[in-house]
Antibody, heavy 126, light 107 residues
Framework: QVQLQQWGAGLLKPSETLSLTCAVS????????WSWIRQPPGEGLEWVGE???????YYNPSLKSRVTISVDTSKNQFSLRLSSVTAADTAVYFC????????????????????WGKGTSVTVSS | SSELTQDPAVSVALGQTVRITCQGE??????ANWYQQAPGQAPTLVIY???NRPSGIPDRFSGSTSGNMASLTITGAQAEDEGVYYC??????????FGGGTKLTVL
């Protein structure tokens, strides 16, 4: 059973860089995308970005200039860096396993996100 | 368009049927995933694809898509079904999208 264990600094000052890591146990990085999704206090879910095991990355356009997601296959881990943080980046950050996109019989794309980390609360405050 | 729209809140009597909807142009190209989130917990996937349930999800949960609208139906709602439900898909640039969430109350 695949599990995700995540960690990183929980309190940052404005302009610092957020850094989180997610370790994958019980499975390989291959064959999936690996995503970061965040949730500000009392708000909904926001996709930050995702990366394949080979390093192909996609980022939320609204965060793209500040986000880097990387993968370390030797450690079976992937990481998130978000630079120049502000209070608006205060959120619970989840690491998530994303299935590859497949096509239904009616021609629609589909994917799934079954495995989630427990979340890391990050607060940005001076 | 790169938005998914959900009603903020819905209520259902215990044992009755409720439908939660999600609307967006991306749903013409991608199926909606549906997640249930309890307070303080990570989301749990309940429906993906055209109408697929992950292992362990009760069969009272079902999904459907028509045009630019996707629906999650709970047939015979239980108290443990309370929570916030999010729909999720991708846009044409492969970016993931989330709806704003629908808070379900079971009366």
């Amino acid at each position: 059973q695949v599990q995700l264990q995540q960690w990183g600094a929980g309190l940052l000052k404005p302009s610092e860089t957020l850094s989180l890591t997610c370790a994958v146990s019980g499975g390989s990085l291959s064959g999936y995308f690996w995503s970061w999704i965040r949730q500000p206090p009392g708000e909904g879910l926001e996709w930050v970005g995702e990366i394949s095991h080979s390093g192909s990355a996609y980022y939320n356009p609204s965060l793209k200039s500040r986000v880097t997601i990387s993968v370390d296959t030797s450690k079976n881990q992937f990481s998130l860096r978000l630079s120049s943080v502000t209070a608006a980046d205060t959120a619970v950050y989840f690491c998530v396993r994303v299935s590859l996109v497949d096509i239904t019989a009616t021609g629609l794309g589909y994917f799934s996100m079954v495995v989630w980390g427990k979340g890391t609360s990050v607060t940005v405050s001076s | 368009s790169s938005e998914l729209t959900q009603d903020p809140a819905v209520s259902v009597a215990l044992g009755q049927t409720v439908r939660i909807t999600c609307q967006g142009e991306s749903l013409r190209s991608y199926c909606a995933n549906w997640y249930q989130q309890a307070p303080g917990q990570a989301p749990t996937l309940v429906i993906y694809g055209e109408n697929n349930r992950p292992s362990g999800i009760p069969d009272r949960f079902s999904g459907s898509t028509s045009g630019n609208m996707a629906s999650l139906t709970i047939t015979g709602a239980q108290a443990e079904d309370e929570g916030v439900y999010y729909c999720n898909s991708r846009d044409s640039d492969y970016n993931q999208l989330f709806g704003g969430g629908t808070k379900l109350t079971v009366l």
